[in-house]
């Protein structure tokens, strides 16, 4: 298995997965993953827990591509088909591996729990294929060889898969040809269509690297791949070509890569010292949780209020209750004194509110659902907009949270 | 397209997607929407923005299936390549739709913006096929026949597909075979390996309905499908059955199909008339946030204090400096004051909190990472449990939140 893989087909294997119940997270990370070691993925399939289909999946996979990466079907139940399909596809039979029957007894045993029938079943290996460790769970994985590819299976749980793949198939891997590397340059404010319109010749299918753009929520992120014999090449393109997004689309630009607008908001808060705290209705702590989904955020966010019911909004924020009772708790004046209150409070730089009707129920037509009003409060004063976003609670909820670190942000480059 | 379908692939198009830095979330929501229509769907597959890779998925997938969804490749740049692939993949030119150029008009006259070049590529459509309307976005949808399969062509935005699939595509897959209903009996606290030993019986392959089992971040749902000439009949058979598994787990079963874990307390506290307040160091929202996803939360949802400064967790929690000095912020004793002081600061019935280390960095080998401390403070007094949760940075968060939500859940049906 030294030899360099070229192209990789992942399969995700469930009956929850392929009927809709899950979202299959597996395969994106996968995909990610192997392009660092300089494999492309070229196709993601995903099937349920059907020996036949399993069986079918392993050898179109391995027909297509030299290297394939399944997810799934490893665990100790009834309907776990992996190792069954695997040694099927390879006209095998299934054979006990000691080693994984020892790593299990250990499992159990430090956990001070006996060891089930059921997760003895997930000691058995087609014969002729490798254990991989799980360090982390009880699926161990396999390492095998069906025709001309190297095929890895991994265990479904998202955490356990990511764990075996860093630890176990990475390094198998081998030295692979060019190194592909993916990037993204990501930006806020302007349309699909007008950012589209701004890079089309660098869009085009014959350009290198070629452009494309994917939306979420508000957030386009402009998608480019670079491959290089070695990583820094391909790191001086991506550079090259990032460069010339930035200049063309501008201040939209708010970060690259892993950054968000959440750690975009961090880092100018911290290159100014400045320190930042939260008081959301509407969004009930996502505005929190999203700030603090970056790690190290204790260096500038103090903390928030959710000021979900009116009268915490009055005694944690010092909104006024005449305000409160004459515009409604949705309103400019509240989002208002909301952020001043917020900021007041906590003795921060700057404070952010949002204050909005999240749906499906609550809105009249005065007021629709997805009226949201976001204030930032900073030392020059208080900016707040209104907003109208339409669309489920969930996604409601999330642009908002978007919109205001944008504003924060925005106001944070202005400062 | 009057005739039933029975099987489905879903096609998920995008270099985003096949690359990893997007997941996909689209063909999981078209599979359980088509399970809903008695159609069942076997395969997913993702490829990239590569004109040959999307004509060759279409002619795949049309020759497996009777039914072929597709999400993508519809925007207006240069990199979205769906209605060329599908006009290649049906031996037709693309011809300009003049009621997608007069929708695409109206659109942007609507928000007072004119219409670009990049815009009217949107309005081409393979000869012969049908556009279906998108009430909120730009890219039109395409209803086609290829072969024998139907094929419909939706936008990769999830909320421009969803809003598309229920106004338009849903009402046109004619009436099924069998309704076929999926549904899923959700359990938190014990492992999955015992929740598959009590039921092996019931997950077999020739088991009917036969269960299987997903895990995720600690909830172990047991899931499974019925098909019945009727709905009323197919849901007879979901009750039958999840009686079954209720029977045999017991109280770790917390709720089935939409419900969640701050559902469940949400139904519990509203059947008490009861209320809660949270207060959340390590989670920095997310607690809040999960409460408030649910609609209607405001009925027993106060709010809540992100403590996440040590300051903060004095000034609006009342937790006295000196605990805080001498235990430090991720102990028992602060847990518990933190509790303590959000049901009284809120005079909520009960109160949660959450102290710990989230990661990647701040552990000791005395508080090692995803050390946390959660507290249920409630009528009776207050519980503090310490967890040592292992895992990245947004796994021990979520678990967090699982964990305290399902003590609370817990002491609930005691109480």
């Not at 119940?21 to 995903?46: F, K, M, P, W």
């Not at 027909?63 to 006209?91: S, W």
């Not at 991994?154 to 860093?166: I, K, Q």
């Amino acid at each position: 298995m030294s030899k360099p893989h070229a192209h990789a087909v992942v399969i995700a294997i469930g009956d929850e997965l392929v009927r809709g119940q899950c979202v299959d997270t597996n395969s994106a990370y996968l995909a990610d993953r192997l392009g660092e070691a300089g494999i492309r993925t070229v196709e993601h399939c995903t099937i349920g827990d059907e020996l036949p289909a399993i069986v079918d999946a392993f050898r179109r996979a391995a027909g297509t591509a030299d290297l394939v990466v399944a997810t799934g079907g490893l665990g100790p139940t009834e309907d776990d088909l992996t190792r069954d399909a695997l040694a099927q596809a390879m006209g095998v039979d299934l054979t006990l591996c000691s080693t994984c029957l020892a790593d299990l007894e250990a499992f159990f045993h430090e956990r001070g729990r006996p060891i089930s029938q059921a997760n003895r079943r997930q000691a058995m290996l087609p014969v002729g294929t490798e254990r991989l460790a799980n360090a982390v769970g009880t699926a161990p994985g396999i390492a095998a060889t069906l025709g001309s590819a190297a095929v890895f299976c991994l265990p479904g749980v998202p955490h356990e898969m990511r764990t075996m793949y860093d630890q176990q198939v990475a390094a198998r891997l081998g030295a692979g040809g060019n190194v592909i590397l993916h990037h993204a340059v990501h930006t806020f404010g302007a349309p699909e269509s007008e950012i589209g319109a701004t890079l089309a010749d660098l869009m085009t299918p014959d350009a290198h690297p070629r452009l494309g753009t994917t939306a979420k929520i508000g957030v386009i992120s402009v998608r480019f791949s670079v491959s290089g014999a070695t990583i820094e090449g391909a790191q001086a393109q991506i550079r090259q070509t990032s460069d010339v997004i930035r200049q063309r689309l501008g201040e939209i630009v708010f970060g690259e890569g892993e950054e968000t607008l959440a750690s975009a908001v961090g880092n100018l808060l911290q290159q100014r010292g400045q320190t930042l705290a939260t008081a959301e209705s509407c969004t009930g702590g996502l505005l929190g949780e999203t700030i603090t989904a970056v790690s190290g955020a204790s260096a500038y966010y103090l903390g928030g209020v959710v000021a979900y019911a009116n009268p915490v909004k009055q005694q944690f924020l010092d909104v006024p209750g005449d305000v409160l009772a004459s515009c409604g708790a949705v309103s400019e004046p509240v989002a208002a004194a909301m952020a001043q209150g917020c900021r007041r409070r906590f003795n921060s730089d700057w404070a952010l509110s949002v204050t909005g009707i999240a749906g499906p129920t609550g809105g009249t037509a005065d007021k629709p659902l997805g009226l949201v009003y976001l204030a930032v409060a900073g030392p020059d004063g208080t900016d707040v907009r209104r907003h109208h976003i339409t669309g489920p609670r969930a996604f409601v909820r999330q642009r908002a949270t978007w919109i205001i670190l944008n504003d924060l942000r925005v106001a944070l480059t202005k400062a």
